[in-house]
């Protein structure tokens, strides 16, 4: 990592996931294996990554929030759950060796592109939400298991949070998106102390990463949700697998 353009790279990579975790999931499927592929250990990578993401969550609820968009107390709700949980999963991701993360993020990956792939079709209509009572709790709970997930790995885990929060919350896709960035900024809040107690945390790359996560968030959360929804689709399947031969092959 001493050429400039290594920190380009990070720039630009940094832009495309910070765009496409806003407006969909699944961008640190890029961040990680880039990370790992400019030399950072897994683990480290994994840490490191957590940097970029808060800056991102936390331009992207700027963007929404100055667009009127808020789910205030619910995305909080949640927030803490998952929050609670991402200490789990962090706890977890700093103690696994290189090669089993490396292993377990490449069937990850494979995994986000059948979502990708198979997903239901999803429509920006006015839908009843359902964000109290039994469908509260139930998000509680189911959310305080995504955040063991965000705090172990994270990556295409705004895929499911999509999937939960359109079809049991009956959230449209602008609200949901609105609703997960608020829950992931809090959650890996946890998930990046974890990470740097154990030193597990490169901040110099971190924070250049997130020049382009920040930048991109913006961009997105101002943007309509399906803006450039099918490029995104079809880029993604193709690094992500890519990426997921590589990890599992020339670990």
């Not at 993401?53 to 107390?73: E, L, R």
């Not at 803006?227 to 092959?249: E, N, P, R, S, Y």
């Amino acid at each position: 990592m001493d050429q400039w353009y290594h920190y380009a790279l990070l720039i630009i990579v940094g832009f495309a996931v910070g765009f496409i975790n806003t407006i969909a999931g699944g961008g640190s499927l890029l961040s990680l294996p880039t990370l790992i592929f400019l030399g950072l250990p897994p683990s480290v990578a994994n840490g490191t990554n957590r940097v970029a993401i808060v800056i991102q969550t936390a331009m992207a609820t700027a963007g929404f929030k100055s667009k009127g968009v808020s789910t205030y107390p619910f995305n909080i709700y949640l927030g803490i759950s998952a929050f609670l949980g991402s200490i789990i999963g962090a706890k977890i991701a700093v103690d696994i060796d290189g090669e089993a993360f490396n292993r377990i993020l490449a069937i990850v990956m494979m995994a986000v592109v059948l979502i990708i792939i198979f997903k239901p079709k999803m429509k920006l209509i006015e839908m009843q939400e359902r964000l109290t009572g039994k469908y509260l709790w139930l998000s509680i709970v189911v959310f305080f298991f995504f955040g063991i997930y965000g705090g172990f790995i994270n990556a295409g885990l705004g895929f499911l949070m999509i999937l939960f929060m359109h079809f049991v919350n009956r959230m449209n896709l602008v609200r949901v998106n609105a609703t997960k960035v608020v829950v992931v900024f809090i959650y890996m809040l946890s998930a990046l102390a974890v990470f740097a107690f154990n030193d597990k945390v490169n901040w110099k790359l971190g924070f250049i990463l997130a020049i382009g996560n920040g930048t991109g968030a913006w961009v997105a959360s101002r943007f309509s949700v399906k803006k450039g929804d099918g490029f995104i689709k079809t880029f993604l399947v193709v690094m992500v697998v890519a990426m997921a031969i590589k990890l599992w092959f020339f670990t």
